[in-house]
């Protein structure tokens, strides 16, 4: 087993046992930022030293983020993150900023490989066009409030049949074919998540206008603006995004339309209401793909491993290593990630397992990101790294479909692996107009910055009927439709990250489309593309894998359409 243990690299720069406080690291920073350079050697020895230094770092602050939301309650965990966020990030971001400039500024950046460093030149440039000083305690109070969220959602846990569970432990009652049960759970999910709506409300409202502030000082009319720049999105503009709502709206609202209506004949009810949406309508109960968080861990290594020998093997040193923290629990921050530990060249894995097919899908989506970390682990340059969202969840979306073959890791029954995998397609179809929902929220929210919580929940309830609005009966319900949009973390905590879910789940089709047709070089072409980290453009990236970096209406519909016959071949 000696094999499955994680060395990490060497460091060449940084002290082997450096303690990460901001005594120790300044006079690192100040170095780099003296040194002098007589040729294109020494500069990109600086890069690599840099390199080394951010990654030192970023692995720091991921363990003070992984420890934290494990446990949301522990207050020295907290305290732990905090003094990052407070004391080093705030006086990390004008020396980054400098570093930025010395290399922009540098002579010797034009005798480069202009090719491999593309990516690289072109983002730092971005970076300092954003940079303002005034901006760093802004992004220090909006980086210390939006992990509030984390506590008060972490927090939450409602009483069922005398027993306490958590709200993810709680919702696997709405599979059950007993309407009753689904509504008390239901109901009693939506109560709890209520019972902070002001908190949460008054919260968002302090982020809104931090982050608007943001992008006043930084030249901009709008958070909104601000953010396509900020997050690099040198590919699509908003309009693109509108483009792809409508497209959503017009060929994928319509099909989940008609499949609201086979559900709700098939349930013999008058109307669909919120609990409805998740119990299978053939009357069987819900799938069982694992009994606990250790098994669904072992079950995901076999699935991998007879996808590919190589991707099993990345789960299973993680597993060796103990980068996983699978199963819900009182205190532990809200849903799922994959989060990269810069210098082991590993990640960690975390989410809320309650033993449903669900987490499944969390498992073997997360999984896609966690091959991704590994295959990038050994780019030159820590910024290679930094893949940006559509080529992030392009992994591991894709990852969900590709695996599909394999699912019989899970699934002893075929006829349980057909209802697996007609349940995964189906919710492929749904993703896409909640994405286009949070999407447009959040295009309104920014430009309207001085908007009222009240104005904010009409403008959700408008959208979200737009987009079908789960296509359920919400009358009797209203807070509970107005106040949905506080269940999604992505809208505290990274706002904007959520259209390339929308983007990356089209991607992941058509990489899908593309294994059903070969899988070898379908497979082979999607991995080739992950390796290629950040080093080439986004389009260049999709290319390789195989597919376009497209969201026009003509080809959703044609992605759309394929995934309406497969799910037709699993219901022959």
């Not at 250790?294 to 103990?322: D, W, Y």
């Amino acid at each position: 087993m000696n094999n499955l243990i994680i060395n990490k690299k060497n460091r060449e720069y940084l002290p082997k046992n450096l303690e990460i406080k901001w005594e120790t690291i300044e006079p690192i920073f100040q170095e780099l930022l003296s040194r002098n350079f007589n040729n294109t050697t020494d500069l990109e020895q600086w890069l690599r030293d840099r390199s080394e230094l951010e990654a030192a770092l970023e692995e720091d602050f991921a363990w003070r983020y992984i420890r934290m939301t494990c446990d949301t309650s522990n207050e020295k965990l907290v305290a732990d993150f905090h003094y990052f966020a407070t004391e080093i990030e705030p006086k990390m971001a004008p020396l980054t900023n400098e570093l930025n400039k010395k290399f922009i500024q540098c002579p010797f950046i034009n005798e480069l490989d202009q090719e491999k460093y593309f990516i690289l030149i072109r983002g730092t440039k971005k970076a300092l066009e954003l940079f303002r000083d005034e901006n760093v305690p802004l992004q220090t109070e909006i980086q210390v409030e939006q992990q509030k969220y984390q506590a008060i959602a972490g927090a939450m846990s409602v009483k069922l049949d005398g027993q306490e569970y958590t709200l993810e432990q709680a919702a696997v009652r709405l599979k059950d074919v007993n309407r009753s049960i689904r509504k008390e759970a239901w109901e009693a999910i939506s109560k709890r998540r209520l019972q902070d709506k002001e908190t949460l409300n008054d919260l968002f409202d302090k982020l809104v206008k931090l982050r608007h502030q943001v992008a006043l000082n930084a030249g901009f009319a709008n958070f909104r603006d601000y953010m396509f720049q900020a997050l690099g999105r040198f590919d699509y503009t908003p309009e693109d995004c509108f483009r792809f709502h409508g497209a959503i709206e017009n060929q994928v609202v319509p099909v989940l339309a008609k499949q609201a209506e086979l559900r709700k004949n098939a349930l013999n009810l008058a109307d669909l209401k919120p609990w409805d949406t998740e119990v299978d309508i053939s009357g069987k109960v819900a799938l069982k793909p694992f009994k606990n968080g250790q098994e669904l861990i072992e079950k995901t290594i076999s699935c991998f491993t007879k996808l590919h020998p190589a991707l099993g093997e990345r789960i299973e040193v993680m597993k060796a290593n103990g980068l996983f923290d699978v199963e819900s629990r009182k205190g532990k921050a809200p849903g799922g990630y994959n989060y990269p530990l810069a210098e082991t060249g590993a990640p960690f894995i975390f989410m809320n397992s309650a033993n449903t097919f669900r987490d499944l899908t969390t498992m073997v989506h997360e999984g896609g990101h966690a091959i991704h970390t590994f295959l990038t682990a050994d780019l030159e340059l820590n910024d290679f790294k930094h893949c940006p969202s559509e080529v992030a969840e392009l992994a591991s979306m894709s990852m969900e479909l590709i695996s599909m073959d394999e699912w019989d890791a899970y699934f002893d029954n075929e006829e349980e692996l057909k209802r697996a995998k007609r349940d995964q397609l189906k919710d492929v179809l749904k993703t896409l107009p909640w994405v286009a929902t949070v999407d447009q929220f959040q295009h309104w929210i920014y430009t309207n910055p001085e908007h009222t919580a009240e104005e904010r929940n009409n403008a959700w309830k408008e959208i979200f009927v737009r987009f079908g609005a789960n296509f359920t009966n919400w009358s009797e319900y209203p807070d509970a439709e107005a106040y949905l949009w506080q269940k999604q973390l992505h809208i505290f905590e990274v706002p904007f990250y959520y259209i390339e879910y929308g983007i990356a789940q089209l991607g992941a089709i058509a990489v899908w489309k593309n294994y059903k047709t070969n899988p070898e070089k379908g497979l082979a072409s999607y991995l080739d593309a992950l390796k290629l980290g950040y080093t080439k453009t986004i389009q260049e990236i999709y290319a390789t894998a195989g597919i376009r970096f497209d969201f026009s209406p003509d080809y959703v519909q044609e992605l759309i359409q394929f995934v309406q016959d497969e799910l037709t071949k699993l219901n022959d």
